[in-house]
């Protein structure tokens, strides 16, 4: 098909203006949740052979860079797009001001915390288009993004009316995915659905099930050829930066595992989608387009803690707060409760106290309190729940404010953020730069009371306070890394990358920055040529 698209590309009516002195143009693809470590093991086990033979030829380089804490797609994207970190406390939190949950897979809070997010400069990806973000990053073309779903992000396409040649080059690309995504879409249906009764009638309940076989089923097949057809076309025509999240490893993740076969099984198909990208670009040179393929975070395997302590989180910590007994040992887990099983915020929150999870990372809110609390009042006002998590074995380390930069709990243990001896005594690889993410995330102000973190140490399995079996957002040493591979002789030195604002400054000095007078007039005549050779008879 690639041969027939690119003579139908070439006769389109589109012709991208010219880059400047100097500018190139700026592919990012993203594979959701894949740590570096698990790159390595992937391209050792030939699941990435597009990514591996271009690796081995010495056409990309292979580098690790950290994530920020939280290890979490809208707090790499906030800043990835708009340089702003940190961000955001977690993927869901509790908003004080409004009494309600706030959450990145609802697209009115996405948008809300784009509109936040939006400085006196525009995001990254201004002029260009974007695939599967939460994010839109300012995009003139969003596709599938959350944000943009809502109404509420700043469209302004800027694309010039197309002649025959890009419609017929567009109807046979979207013809020939729609035929292939329709295949792919009964195959994973059959699939998905016997994995998701055999998986669900093992724990005895479906919680998640009928979101994740929606997920893996449409979105894995049919939205994704329909994002790589578009992302070919939008090369072909010379878009200056194009972003594109694939999701389906970190999705599997979550629900199997990210050691399990059916997540590991995504990045065959992931690779044939990135294969085919790069070969559009590797046979238009003449278009200048340097690419990367970046990772948000690590996913991690857990155990939920509803299976170690029997009860929720938001049940555990209520339980505490009022002073009822606990449950002392691990407990059958109770037969599903309705289609989507397990238990909402609302509830915990009418209790004086609630409890946002996501991953393994939770956040602990008193709603009778102003916010913000030291430790010292915690220990005096709410001194229940904090022994109650810091005696759970399913609690690693408890984050709380006070001193000048926080405190970390571990079975007791209080280690100050600000003195050097304590912060030598964390239990983490990279005890400074842990001191460091959780400083900066207690002085958010959307961040709870209390900060409860799943990561136990090493050789020891982590655990989600959501109910899920691979998860990220904590401080786990593979979440923390993430890989870019990228053009040989790369100006920015990844290694020592620990922020995704950096990324930021480094692809808008490289690729996108000075937005001044001259780049508008550039952009505003060639889209004034285009519209008028797209008329011309």
């Known amino acids: 098909m690639r041969a027939l698209f690119r003579p139908l590309a070439d006769q389109g009516r589109f012709r991208p203006a010219p880059l400047r002195e100097g500018r190139r143009r700026l592919l990012i693809l993203q594979l959701d949740g894949v740590s570096h470590a698990r790159l390595r093991s992937a391209l050792a086990a030939d699941l990435l052979p597009s990514v591996a033979r271009r690796l081995d030829a010495g056409q990309l380089e292979l580098s690790s860079f950290r994530s920020g804490l939280p290890a979490s797609t809208p707090a790499f994207q906030a800043g990835l797009f708009y340089g702003v970190a940190p961000s955001v406390p977690g993927f869901i939190w509790y908003d004080r001001a409004t009494g309600r949950q706030v959450r990145m897979d609802r697209a009115a809070d996405a948008a809300q915390l784009e509109t936040r ?13 974007s695939y599967f973000g939460i994010l839109s990053g ?21 694309e010039p009316p197309l002649g025959v040649w890009d419609v017929a080059a567009s109807t046979l690309a979207h013809s020939v995915t729609a035929v292939r995504g329709a295949a792919r879409l009964v195959l994973a249906t059959g699939a998905g659905l016997v994995d998701g009764v055999r998986w669900s009638t093992m724990l005895g309940r479906l919680k998640h099930e009928p979101r994740f076989l929606l997920h893996r089923t449409f979105i894995t097949s049919v939205l994704r050829e329909l994002a790589v057809q578009g992302i070919l076309l939008d090369v072909s025509r010379g878009v200056p930066v194009v972003y ?146 810091e005696a759970s074995p399913a609690v690693g380390l408890v984050a709380v404010r006070g001193g000048t930069r926080g405190f970390l709990l571990q079975k007791g243990t209080e280690l100050d953020l600000a003195d050097p001896a304590d912060v030598a005594r ?112």
Do not use: K
């Open 117 to 129: 997010l939006r400085g006196p400069r525009p995001g990254l990806l201004r002029g260009g288009s």
């Open 426 to 537: 964390l239990p983490h690889p990279e005890p400074e730069l842990l001191a460091d993410y959780v400083a900066e995330l207690l002085s958010l102000p959307d961040t709870g009371d209390l900060v409860v973190l799943g990561w136990r140490g090493p050789h020891r399995e982590s655990v989600a306070y959501a109910w899920e079996f691979g998860s990220h957002g904590g401080v786990a040493p593979e979440e923390l890394s993430c890989f870019a591979v990228h053009p040989p002789g790369c100006a920015l030195d990844f290694e020592r990358v620990v922020r995704p604002s950096e990324l930021n400054a480094f692809f808008e000095a490289h690729y996108r920055a000075p937005l001044d007078e001259e780049d508008e007039r550039e952009r505003r005549a060639g889209g004034a040529a285009n519209a008028a050779e797209a008329e011309a008879p």
């Open 138 to 158: 300012d995009a003139a073309m969003p596709r599938f993004c959350l944000s943009g779903m809502a109404g509420a992000a700043h469209l302004a396409p800027e």
């Open 244 to 389: 594109a999240d694939f999701l389906a490893y970190d999705e599997t993740a979550h629900r199997r595992g990210p050691e399990s076969p059916a997540a590991l099984g995504e990045l065959a198909g992931i690779d044939r989608a990135i294969g085919a990208v790069l070969a559009a670009v590797e046979a238009a040179p003449e278009l200048g387009y340097d690419v990367y393929l970046l990772s948000d975070h690590g996913n991690v395997a857990t155990r939920p803690f509803e299976q170690l302590a029997g009860v929720s989180l938001p049940e555990y910590v209520a339980r505490a707060e009022r002073g009822e007994p606990l449950p002392r040992h691990p407990q059958p887990i109770r037969p599903n409760r309705g289609f989507a099983g397990g238990r909402t915020l609302g509830q915990a929150a009418g209790e004086g106290v609630a409890t946002a999870e996501a991953g393994d990372l939770a956040h602990v809110y008193f709603l009778r309190e102003p916010g913000g609390l030291p430790l010292e009042a915690l220990r005096a006002r709410h001194w229940r729940v904090l022994a109650a998590l």
